[in-house]
């Protein structure tokens, strides 16, 4: 037995403050300070008094009422030196641990028990944790005057320990007894607590009669701040201890933004924006030239954020060092316990009582323990602390990258965006994927630092234990790292590819669902399905690379220190079994611990390498981005300036609340619309003295790219105050002539000259232009409701409001929608028609206080109803009523009698400019081809009879109910369904995880389940084998030494056995670590593929309806955010989750096998695990959801601001929109940081929970060994195991929490696949479809009634009509009358429940859809492009000819255009045609059904986007090219289907009319008649 463990057995009578075993302990014969039980006792006072003096004031003064009442956060202070204070206590409390260890250790010395050696250390324990309670309330309650009882107990504890000290010193007690060297820190300790106090007082209570009061900081006086951080004491900090009540109410009520309130002013983006502003202007101020390369971007971050990085790398080493002690504790503990020495070191006796060194106070197994666990609580903290201010400062860097590339945006060219040279997705690219790179380089970056320290002391601790061998050990890994290296750098390559293939991929997803109306019409989805397919299957190719490179890391971290420890220990055997460094179990044991240390820097090399890899790039990309060209910069006199900075940031975040922005500012914003009135005279004035000119351009010569130039020789005015039109063929420059006014286009001579704003000249006599009211030629929006859009953050004026909507006859919309002007149009206005959004748009530029507008071609999507309407009472009353500015480029020539001045323009410059009686007598040829086209009759009778015909069917709610192609009725089901996806949060069922497994098959499920159980199995069996195999070693050795051998060879103990089994364990455990890995990653490629295999198929198939009723961001999410996931994240989430969980089953298992009494203290433990991992679940998953639910806002401002660029500079709200970004990320970055500070909650609780089981399981050894001799192998092995429990409970929780979220992919997926798709088949098959049908194009339509879905009202009711083979058939009505529906129900596009289309003797019902949509061909009012070739545009089944398409591009008027182009019809077309005008994709989806030339051809209102003069050419080479052939026109302007053989008038879903054009005509009262007499 262990004599110096073991206490002797005393009675209770013995046992006394002083001891009794010793006659001389009361003694004070030589003075009472010569007594060490006196010297003991005098140490009790201090501790006595403090609890005395301050239980009373915290249990009945404000410390009880603190208690009842929450004591808000906006009174929290902290007194100068709080941090210090609370380390001083936390370093004070753990010497008075050791202090108690002491004591207990030295008491075994004595024959009864001496409760002064110990006693005073628990008091002062106790006085600690009161004195720092004590001082929290004083802090909290902010009466820094009872801190005198502080000061006072601070006195006395250090004069007592200071005359204790000098009283050893006096009796020759020094630094090599451990009590003295533990007094001498709490004299320093007490010293240094006091001084503290003394700092407190002075400064604010003794000598100065004015005292300064400390207040809170800023934020914490803003109760919206609820990230506390940055501002509680250090033990709240350390343990998140303030993030109880957050995480325990996430069950009570969801998180949202409103819960997690504001980000501190420290955080927020303008803050850290501000600083990396300051560092790039100082590096910019460094270099004599533009710095080139990635450097200086490196400096300044340096700069910037350098800071908190170091204290992350000092913490992290710090915890580094502090983990060492796990493997030296269990190494010492497992070495005494089965050292056959057990009696401990002598002691020394002076004054009375025994002193015993620091080798004796550390042989102690027990005290081994307490270190141990006070290392571990440490250790974790630290760690965690690393952790935090790294992701913290990663935050930062994001925050200020994605703001600096905002303000970057703001400056961007136009012409980088409409070239091609950078596209959105790049944009969106850099900031959603590069900044989070250099985020996640930040996290890491503290590891390049620490991995080193760490490698180093891990290798020279493994040659203290192992000699030689540990070397070869060492080397065997260092050289399996490059091979580990190779596979990450292969696999970082795998991951590269796969992303080119998966951005390929979206692309093409996204055109596909862009255009699936257009691809189901032509029967063209199999060719795109096909090459979405095709491109899965090369991003399948490189996921299998990715999947392989995947399973061999998994495998190598698994398999590499298997194959170390073997070397090692075979090694070791066979040098070192007769030494003093053969194996043990301490050595074994001890040694295996260095190892799971020694690993981990090891296996994060590739990862750190991999990151700052992808740091580099990103840099590199960042800087290639800020070098980008910028227009010319002109400076809003209200931009923001860096003096009114902190004004602004405590008022940019609002992001919950922007709904009500509007209307909290409403009285600012009417002074500021008085003001404008004001300034509005002013201007007047003095534009009368400028000639009545409010913009000029002269000598202009403009361009987009370099090299060739767009605008020549542009000589123009822009009278003040009146009607300037623009007009001109397709492609002559109207749109550019007005970018480049707006200064959009890149100058390359002459100068713009804008008189709108008074006194503001500058150089060259240029003056810089005001807002402009802009409606570009495609509508953009904002994801925003309809008022925000229209208001655009003008102040609201109800009774203007209300006028804008009458004349752009909105009313009648608002009313459909289900929450009215306060429905959220979505993105890109996706639940609005294409003449919604315009008539937005119009809007928006209307209300503006502006005093120019600039309307480009904003009647294409109108029809002429709605264009009369606007052009009347909109700009010829409304605007010229406010005397307004307004230049409107259309294609509308019938308007040129109401323009005051008109500007022609023909190949890119200013053919003539003038009113129309000038044009008429200076270019009278022009004059009469224009009087040609317009053939406008100005009646204003009729007009007026239109206007009124108009309102009463706008305004009739059966109409709006039956709408078709502009308002498909489902705007709530798209609001709902938005709703909840982005606030889904109860418990993801976990059928979800059952439904992912499923297509996996039984096969592989079977082995994936079978290897990972049976690999786990091994690893513990070899852990076992090594645990019997050391401790027989040493009872070979007690063998050999009762027995006296003298004999080497009798002596030798055989390793072979141990040796052979050992080795066949680890080999074998090696190769079931590479099958579970391969089989995890198969599993998961297997489940990926079909599952967006079965997704495609089902979205293809799916009727219309889907997509009408669903955002289209929704369903292409499900490609690309959900489709990821399934890719790559959940087999690693689900690998790691059984692996940490069948590790921390074995790891249980092994201690409770080794002592059998941990099963009582691991239910309180699994209790605690249980309502922590209860608690974190919810939390994080509503917080991982708000995340993803703030980074689409936020990515969706990117996208919006580019695309709408032209617009926002035009209006100069770029400081406005600056501003949404700040809110944006600010409520992005609080998510983030609360997710993060949850994580953090739950390891520091997981890691002391952890700290306990490492306790308890000692202890426990410990006893078991030394009073049942349990083997010090088994010791050894559960101690091992206790050591790594927290690491796996850490994981269990957080993949449990992870794999939540992302099986909630999986179910979003699995719910589209449930979709019922369109019926394909039809009862006819292809064999019986007669050849080259429908020969004829006879339509003949029995009663037919049709529904876009079941559930919907009919939008055709018993329509009757018969077309005849060659005819030529026009169908007119207002918006809602059915028109569209009627052309969709051609194609069995529509639910038809009653009647027949019979089509040359056969009915539609019967074929299928593939050949029925292939046979004819249809020109759609929104023209659709793909990127790709024009061939590939024009004919994308590859049959026709050359000639054949060179053909059709003749008819359409794109020979010359198409022939001018780089490679003919081998140009290519950029993403949605960007990189022609809106006229010329028109042209080419007229191209296209030239090109199929069936004999069935329907046009939706094809030439919208056209010119008069070329839809003339173009109506009469239709009627040229398809004389044989049946036409069925769609038109919104009557006059295009005058020329019609047949007319058909609907109305609510009704034929009304049905006859000949000129039949109707003569009928005055016919509503054809009335049509046509409103479009002359």
Known sequence: MMRGYRPSPVSNSTLSFCGTDNSSAYKVDNGLLNNGCFLDALGVVPHVFLLFSTFPILFIGWGSQSSKVHIHHSTWLHFPGHNFRWLLTTILLFVLVCEIAEGIVSDGFNQSRHLHLYMPAGLGILAAITSIVYYHNIETSNFPKLLIALLIYWILAFVTKTIKIIKYDDHGIGLRHIRFCITGLLVLLYGLLLGVEVNVILRRYVWFPQSTKVKPPDDLQDLGVRFLQPFVNLLSKSTYWWMNTFITSAHQRPIDLKTIGKLPISMRALTNYQKLRKAFDTQMEKCAVPPKGSGWIWHALRQAFGGPLVLSITFRVMADLLGFAGPLCISGIVHHISSDNHTALPSVKLLGVHFISSEAFLANAYVLVVLLFLALLLQRTFLHASYYVAIETGIKLRAAIQTKIYNKIMRLCTSNMSMGDMTTAQICSLVACDTNHLMWFFFLCPNLWAMPVQIVIGVLLLYYLLGVSALIGATVIAVLAPLQYFVATRLSRAQKSTLEHTGERLKKTNELLRGIKLLKLYAWEHIFRSSVEETRRRELTNLRTFALYTSLSIFMNAAIPIAAVLTIFVVHVHVHSATDFDLSPAVAFGSLSLFHILVTPLFLLSSVLHSTVKALVSVQKLSEFLGSAEIEIEHDPTAQTPANNNANIKSVYALQLQAKLVNRKNKAKQDVYRNFQREDQELRQTSSQEEEVCMKIVNGCFTWTQGCTTLNNIDIKVPFGQLTVIVGQVGSGKSSLLLAALGEMQK?????????????????????????????????????????????????????????????????????????????????????????????????????????????????????????????????????????????????????????????????????????????????????????????????????????????????????????????????????????????????????????????????????????????????????????????????????????????????????????????????????????????????????????????????????????????????????????????????????????????????????????????????????????????????????????????????????????????????????????????????????????????????????????????????????????????????????????????????????????????????????????????????????????????????????????????????????????????????????????????????????????????????????????????????????????????????????????????????????????????????????????????????????????????????????????????????????????????????????????????????????????????????????????????
């Not at 308002?967 to 439904?995: K, M, N, Q, V, Y």
């Not at 500079?1209 to 970055?1229: I, M, P, S, V």
């Open 748 to 1576: 390359i001579s002459g100068s713009i000259i804008w008189n709108s704003l008074p006194k503001t000249d500058s150089e060259d006599n240029v003056r810089k232009r005001g807002s402009v009211a802009y409606v570009s030629q495609r509508p953009w929006l904002l994801n925003a409701t309809v008022e925000e859009n229209i208001l655009f953050d003008s102040a609201p004026n109800e009774k203007r409001y209300k006028d804008v909507i009458e004349v752009c006859q909105l009313q009648p919309d608002i009313h459909t929608l289900p929450q009215g002007d306060q429905t959220v149009i979505g993105e890109r206005g996706i639940i609005l028609s294409g003449g919604q959004r315009q008539r937005i748009s119009i809007a928006r530029a209307l209300y503006q206080h502006t005093n120019v507008v600039f309307l480009d071609d904003p009647f294409s999507a109108l029809d002429i109803h709605l264009s009369d309407h606007l052009m009347h009472e909109g700009i010829l009353k409304f605007l010229r009523q406010e005397k307004r500015t307004v230049v409107l480029v259309t294609h509308k020539l019938q308007y040129l009698p109401n323009a005051d001045w008109i500007i022609a323009m023909r190949d890119g410059t200013a053919q003539t400019q003038g009113s129309l009686k000038d044009i008429q007598f200076a270019e009278p040829e022009l004059f009469e081809q224009w009087r040609t086209l317009m053939n406008r009759q100005n009646k204003e009778n009729s007009t007026e009879l239109k206007r009124k015909s108009f309102r009463r069917a706008m305004y009739s709610r059966d109409t709006l109910a039956t709408e078709d192609e502009d308002e498909d009725g489902s705007t709530t089901t798209d609001e709902d369904s938005l709703r909840a996806e982005l606030r889904h949060r109860t418990t993801i069922p976990w059928s979800s995880f059952a439904t992912y497994l499923r297509p996996a098959g039984l096969l592989l499920l079977s082995l994936l389940v079978l290897s990972q159980l049976t690999k786990h199995s091994l690893m513990v069996a070899i852990d076992f084998w090594l645990a019997h195999w050391t401790s027989q070693v040493i009872a070979a050795q007690m063998e050999s030494v009762e027995r006296n051998c003298t004999v080497t060879r009798d002596c030798e103990f055989s390793h072979s056995s141990y040796l052979q089994v050992f080795c066949v364990l680890c080999a074998l455990g090696i190769v079931l670590c590479l099958v579970t890995s391969l089989a995890v990653e198969w599993t998961g490629l297997r489940v990926a593929r079909e599952l967006h295999c079965s997704l495609l198929r089902i979205i293809v198939l799916a009727p219309m309806r889907l997509f009408e009723t669903t955002p289209l961001g929704n369903i292409l999410n499900r490609f690309s955010t959900d489709t990821n996931t399934i890719d790559q994240h959940i087999p690693v989430t689900m690998e790691c989750l059984s692996r940490s969980t069948l590790l921390c089953l074995s790891a249980v298992g092994v201690i409770s096998y080794v002592t059998p009494v941990f099963l009582i203290a691991l239910l309180p433990l699994a209790i605690a695990c249980y309502f922590i991992q209860k608690y974190f679940r919810v939390a994080s998953r509503d917080l991982q959801q708000l995340e993803d639910s703030t980074e689409m806002p936020l990515l969706s401002h990117y996208s919006q601001t580019v695309e709408g660029l032209t617009t926002i500079r035009a209006f100069r709200h770029e400081q406005r929109f600056k501003k949404k970004l700040l809110e944006y990320t600010d409520a992005n970055n609080i998510s983030s940081l609360f997710l993060m500070a949850a994580n953090r909650w739950l390891e520091v609780r997981m890691e002391y929970i952890g700290a306990f089981v490492v306790l308890i399981a000692a202890v426990a050894s410990i006893s078991n060994a030394l009073y049942r001799q349990l083997s010090a192998g088994l010791v050894g092995l559960g101690l091992t195991y206790a050591l790594m429990v927290s690491n796996y409970l850490n994981w269990i929780v957080r993949n449990l929490a992870d794999l939540e979220v992302q099986l909630g992919c999986v179910k979003r997926v699995n719910s589209l696949l449930h979709t019922q798709p369109e019926n394909y088949e039809g009862l006819m098959t292809t064999a019986q479809i007669p050849a080259g049908w429908p020969k004829y194009g006879e339509i003949q339509i029995k009663n037919l009634s049709v529904r876009y879905d079941s559930t919907l009202k009919p939008v055709l009711r018993h329509v009757n009509a018969h077309i005849k083979p060659g005819q030529k058939v026009g169908i007119c009505g207002r918006t809602g009358s059915g028109k569209s529906s009627f052309s969709l129900a051609l194609f069995s596009m529509l639910d038809t429940f009653e009647g027949e289309i019979i089509i040359d003797g056969i009915d539609i019902a019967k074929l299928p859809l593939q050949t029925l949509r292939s046979k004819f061909s249809i020109i759609l009012q929104e023209p659709v492009l793909f990127s790709g070739s024009i061939r590939f545009n024009l004919d994308p089944e590859r049959k026709a000819t050359d000639q054949m398409l060179w053909e059709a591009l003749e008819i359409a008027q794109l020979l010359s255009v198409v022939k001018a182009l780089p490679g003919g019809l081998d140009a290519m077309v950029t993403e949605g045609g960007e990189n022609f005008s809106q006229g010329q994709r028109q042209l080419f989806c007229l191209a296209r059904a030239f090109v199929r030339k069936s004999s069935i051809l329907i046009m939706d209102e094809a030439t919208a986007s056209i010119d008069m003069a070329t839809e003339s050419i173009l109506q009469k080479v239709v009627m040229t090219a398809f004389a044989d052939r049946t036409v069925v026109t769609i038109a919104h302007r009557v006059h295009t289907i005058l020329g019609s053989d047949v007319v058909i008038v609907m109305k609510h879903g009704a034929i009304l009319e049905y006859d000949q054009p000129d039949v109707l005509l003569e009928q005055k009262d016919s509503v054809f008649s009335a049509f046509v007499r409103a479009d002359k």
